[in-house]
């Protein structure tokens, strides 16, 4: 979806502010929201992909002023919703009665089998490329043009180099297509190719000299020139 | 004094942590999740996977170039030597600074990151400002950002993680750090290096 | 600039919500934002490309979320205040004042003189068609493709049709241009032309069928194919 | 029960209305602006200018052939005819609606609309959903929104008001019109038929 999230090239939301020291998490609750994150899209209750695509169709000004993690916060309530796995009403309840006693314990539940494959999960990762038996269409060297496509549902092309020509940098082998992976479509491997694209080819007479910039393109995303 | 109004983002940190609660302690009771592992995968990213972890591999291609070719070959593959690997890095690519090319790493429509070797992102890579500009104005952004000034007959070059491969930078190794073990070496390898918006720590200030 | 409020194409915001019976303003405040619009640009105070591009340059968030009237009032405090018609003390002063006391009247003062010359305005307009001597550089039938820039400054050329290809359909004659007088260099008029855009030019495989979107674009936002 | 947060523009009706008496107050005092100046021309736009204009110019186009030439060829010099004109209308361009071409107007950058004719323009016209929306997906818009069903075999032409001009759209004629005095006819024609969101109102129902 052409979202508030796809920002490359935007203007008007001032300076980067890098704070000094920072720590890993800023409060409790962060911590528990990337925590809950991992222990319920590591186990399956919903994926990568659905996951990011809830963070993009929150309401453009909310996404714009709200956390990081409140973001995450926002996307696993409505993926564990719409999944049936919890409710909104329960939600809902819950949370004034944590409203109303802020120092009130979470209920405490110990499943080391659990921590242990999470752990596993973390420190060996989950990767989406999957083995496909057709060849790649394009190879390094190649020219090729980004489709002009604008779909409401996710994607990750971002709309900055669309109907843009670059050159295949490399071919990294094929991945599950986010854009059906995030709407219950199924995996749909395609080869994913690392595109170089000239500064000027997408920003004209704004771009910077001598820069370049390299943007990972699923197989479908691209057309031969 | 002044009548701007704050964001409403600022107002409901309680709420939001009472949403993070409720939600954690619907899971539990459901037997979905466990209070142990919730705390083991939190305390994983506090305390033992962060830059220290990327520096490490930053020191050991300065130091070896056998691992540095490997490394830029085949990143995943050299990090599994020193037992660095997982989730978000599960293909990770390595771009090597030289003084003819500045790589620097961004994510315009999310904020992934290499978390195995960086660890978490910080603030300023997830917010909209650096990765909204960095795409469009890297140069001015690390100078203006980051006072990091490239040389003008350097290329820029800018990565996009759109899909899930997971970019890092190696930088170039600082002058004066001939002898320099290769802990001493990781100690001047920065985050902000490895993402391409700083350069390492200069040998003669951590003396 | 690319700002947030270059919307053409934009997914996420949600439904158009049409009210019934919608009075030509809402309450009072609007009224008074109106008219003191018209006093203060009508008089020169600013022009309507510096009152634009203030609203452009809203913080993202606050723009999408308040209300019409409120960019305006934005836009009118942010011009008065750099031209030094006020000041942004006396300003936020004068505001804790009434804030007290809601119901305190504004001040009166008549000018009949000055309220001819606004209602001649209102009914007479205000033209930024110019008389140039050059000739137009395109005329219809000529195909064109728009620049591909992004300033930072103001500028009137929406994102979704730079760098594609259409038809001049009209020459307009010359207007002042906006990239310019929005920042105090003056006039320069420059031709004007509509010019026609196939929708699968635009939107590729998102278009409708049989759809064009035309848009009026200033010379120097084109150049010939 | 729901703990979605309100945004924080709802919340300070009170301080923009304190705001835009300021602003006015300093104004007047500073001897700007004058009450009578701006009461007048609020009046004007409450009372006076309003798409009762736009539809006697349709009107007068439905009814005489000539004006509706001219219209077409010079909606200001047409207008004109009719004491209709001035700001925010300086260069007015009407655009014909038939059985093949649907026209629809839209401002995606601000707000631009034909004042003289139409009058201030409604919220919808001037809010994110139809700017962004009616440039990509016009006939999904005029159908969802406004119930407005455009033949598969016709033409749907968007007009972006990104510069001075002013477009307004010339609807149909409604069939059963036959004999109407140009007064009768004006009272059927719409504000949305003039933006090209809506149809004339059927004569049936109005007598």
């Not at chain 1, 992909?49 to 309401?59: A, C, K, L, P, T």
């Not at chain 2, 994983?44 to 830059?51: H, V």
């Not at chain 2, 599994?80 to 293909?91: A, F, N, P």
């Not at chain 2, 802990?183 to 993402?195: C, F, G, K």
Request: hydrophobic share 35%.
């Amino acid at each position: 979806m052409n979202g508030v999230h796809d920002l490359g090239g935007m203007h008007g939301l001032g300076r980067v502010d890098v704070e000094d020291y920072e720590p890993v998490f800023h409060n409790p609750w962060e911590k528990l929201v990337f925590g809950t994150m991992v222990a319920t899209m590591g186990q399956g209750l919903y994926n990568l992909d659905e996951f990011r695509h809830g963070i993009e169709v929150m309401e453009p000004a909310h996404y714009l002023t709200s956390s990081y993690y409140e973001h995450w916060l926002e996307t696993i309530e409505k993926n564990l919703i719409e999944k049936g796995v919890i409710d909104r009403g329960e939600l809902d309840a819950r949370t004034q009665e944590f409203l109303k006693n802020p120092e009130a314990p979470v209920p405490q539940r110990e499943d080391p089998e659990l921590a242990d494959r999470l752990l596993q999960l973390v420190h060996g990762g989950a990767s989406s490329r999957r083995e496909v038996s057709a060849k790649p269409r394009f190879e390094a060297g190649d020219r090729v043009r980004v489709r002009n496509v604008h779909p409401h549902g996710h994607t990750r092309l971002p709309q900055y180099v669309r109907d843009k020509q670059g050159v295949v940098e490399r071919v990294y082998g094929a991945f599950v297509l986010p854009d059906k992976h995030a709407h219950g479509e199924g995996e749909n491997p395609e080869y994913v190719y690392c595109v170089r694209f000239d500064a000027e080819e997408v920003w004209g007479d704004s771009a910077e000299p001598r820069e370049a910039v390299s943007v990972d393109l699923w197989e479908s995303y691209l057309e031969s020139l | 004094m002044s009548v701007e109004r704050t964001s409403d983002s600022q107002a409901s940190e309680a709420e939001i942590a009472a949403r993070a609660k409720a939600l954690e302690s619907l899971l539990v009771e459901k037997g979905l999740v466990s209070t142990d592992a919730i705390d083991r995968v939190i305390s994983a990213y506090e305390s033992d996977i962060g830059p220290m972890l990327g520096a490490q591999v930053v020191a050991r291609a300065w130091s070896d170039p056998e691992f540095k070719k490997l490394l830029l070959e085949d990143a995943n593959a050299a990090c599994e030597q020193l037992g660095i690997g997982g989730m978000q890095g599960e293909h990770m690519v390595v771009v090597e600074n030289s003084a003819q090319v500045h790589n620097v790493v961004v994510c315009t429509l999310c904020s992934c990151y290499p978390w195995p070797v960086l660890g978490l992102p910080p603030n300023w890579y997830k917010y909209p400002q650096y990765r909204s500009r960095t795409v469009m104005e890297p140069r001015e952004v690390l100078k203006e950002e980051f006072g990091l000034g490239i040389d003008e007959s350097a290329d820029v070059r800018v990565w996009d993680s759109s899909a899930e491969i997971r970019y890092f930078v190696l930088p170039e190794r600082p002058e004066g750090t001939e002898g320099m073990s290769e802990e001493e070496l990781a100690s001047l390898v920065t985050r902000d290096s490895m993402i391409g918006v700083g350069e390492p720590r200069d040998p003669e200030e951590t003396r």
